[in-house]
């Protein structure tokens, strides 16, 4: 089965991380994001992916090249202007003539994809969403649906305290191939704001919650979250081979001194953390280190930062080589 994955976005809530990589290859446990989303669409029949790209586009080779090492074919579609979620999707060029996924590129989850095809299927939809159910659904696409399934209108990003349901798009899609003949090439469409409420006033737009883990890494918080979610086991990856509440994970290379308070920490390669410094529910790119004494709480350090001895951060996001505490200079 085919996938076509969003990966074109800016990621502009995740700057400035996103200045330096698209948001789908920060690592959620050490490993790309979006790797752990081609492993869960292998794991469901997927043996062909394309990234639909233009922000940053040559930088997805080493995911290419990683999940042709698993087997897959991959492709790259690239956008010379980013076309929104709809247009990428046409600028896959041929799909073939089975249904295929299309996922939001920054959606972590372990959905059961096998079952939204099945639905789809015994519904006869042109398109199927996954539905998650959220406190607020004001950042999200809201879902309303009737008792089958069928979505009766698609309402993107509602005023607060206005959306008809909890039930949100969780960005995970099963498509046939004529929709893209609603989808004029070579123009920007948005599938939330035009694709989806279109279908859905056919009637041949589906959904459906499944229940499993789902976040959606766009923002600081919820970035920190899906990484604290690996190490704790809430989200299950071979990539945490111990979770628990404490679990750390550390990259090759990474040195950190016996006495160091390290805990619910996702370490890159190469990382340091010096003698009787803290580092609690964090995220360190490769390389960035924390010298003797300092102490980093919840927060992400862009890859080289590097937090001064004595220096306390807490909710902080250090850009890529960003130096805090710093009296040689940057200091903040
Ligand atoms: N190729 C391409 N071209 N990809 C794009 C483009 C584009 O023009 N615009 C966005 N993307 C990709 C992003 O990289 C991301 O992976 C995905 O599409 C979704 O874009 P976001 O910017 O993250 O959207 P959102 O989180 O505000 O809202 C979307 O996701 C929610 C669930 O997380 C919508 O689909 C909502 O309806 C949904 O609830
Ligand atoms: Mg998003």
């Known amino acids: 089965m085919k996938a076509l994955i969003l990966v074109g976005g800016f990621g502009t809530r995740l700057r400035p991380l996103t200045y330096t990589r698209p948001k789908p290859l920060l690592p959620v446990a050490n490993r790309s994001h979006v790797e752990h989303l081609i492993a869960l669409l292998a794991r469901h029949g997927v043996d062909d992916v394309t990234l639909l790209t233009s922000y940053m586009a040559e930088a997805f080779a080493g995911v290419r090249s990683w999940a042709e090492a698993r087997g897959l074919r991959v492709s790259v579609a690239v956008e010379d202007e980013p076309l929104g979620t709809a247009g990428a999707v046409r600028n896959a060029g041929d799909v073939g003539t089975e249904p295929f996924f299309v996922v939001n590129g920054d959606v972590l989850t372990d959905a059961d994809l096998s079952r939204l095809v ?3 299927r015994r519904a006869r939809a042109r398109a199927t969403l996954l539905l998650k159910r959220v406190g607020d659904p004001s950042a999200y696409g809201v879902v309303p649906t009737d008792p089958e399934g069928r979505v009766l209108g698609f309402i ?3 005023e607060p305290g206005t959306a008809p349901t909890d039930a949100i798009n969780a960005g995970v899609y099963v498509f046939e191939p004529d929709v893209l003949e ?3 090439e070579g123009r920007a469409m948005s599938a939330e704001r035009e694709l989806f409420p279109a279908l859905a006033a056919d009637g041949v737009l589906y959904a459906t919650a499944l229940g499993d883990y789902w976040i959606d890494i766009g923002t600081p918080a919820t970035y920190l979250q899906a990484n604290l979610d690996a190490l ?6 071979d990539a ?3 979770p ?3 679990a750390v994970v550390a990259g090759e290379g990474s040195l950190l001194a016996p006495d160091a308070r390290i805990s619910s920490a ?3 390669a190469g990382c340091r953390v010096g003698p009787g410094a803290e580092v609690t529910r964090c ?3 490769p390389g960035a280190t924390v010298e003797a004494g300092a102490s980093v709480v919840d927060s992400i350090l862009g890859e080289g930062a590097f937090v001064a001895g004595g220096c306390a951060l807490s909710g902080a996001v250090l850009a890529d080589g960003d130096r805090a505490g710093d009296r040689s200079g940057g200091s903040r």
């Open 232 to 237: 704790s086991g809430a989200f299950r990856t």
């Open 244 to 246: 628990g509440p404490d």
């Open 182 to 184: 609603r989808i004029p």
């Open 283 to 285: 995220v360190l790119l």
């Open 118 to 120: 099945d639905l789809h």
């Open 240 to 242: 945490v081979p111990a």
């Open 266 to 268: 996702c370490l890159g």
């Open 156 to 158: 993107e990003k509602p």
